[in-house]
């Protein structure tokens, strides 16, 4: 059997770490990648600023609202998506860089 490394999609970033439309697929990485990722992403955003992550790590629905509530993240939604995983929705929140 053959295996195969995911594809890093989040190269694709901008020089201030902005994704096409501020949009994070992360499909194909295990945890923690996901929750590492995402909380580097929303690092780079502003207060109130809108980020949709793409994952399907099973543990990526725990990681994910665990570091928004840490964080002082919003997390505004978390859907199905028909090809498997999920597309969650973040706002940033307004706390300190640490």
Do not use: N
Request: proline share 4%; glycine share 10%; charged share 30%.
């Amino acid at each position: 059997m053959k295996v195969t490394e995911p594809v890093d999609r989040t190269s694709e970033a901008d020089s201030e770490g902005r994704h096409a439309g501020d949009r994070l697929d992360l499909r194909g990485l295990k945890c923690p990648l996901p929750a590492i990722r995402t909380e580097r992403a929303l690092a780079r955003l502003a207060a109130g600023h809108e980020l949709t992550v793409l994952a399907d790590d099973p543990l990526a629905r725990l990681d994910i609202a665990h570091l928004c509530r840490a964080g002082g993240h919003a997390l505004l939604s978390v859907e199905a998506v028909e090809t498997g995983g999920w597309a969650f929705s973040l706002r940033r929140g307004d706390v300190a860089e640490r």
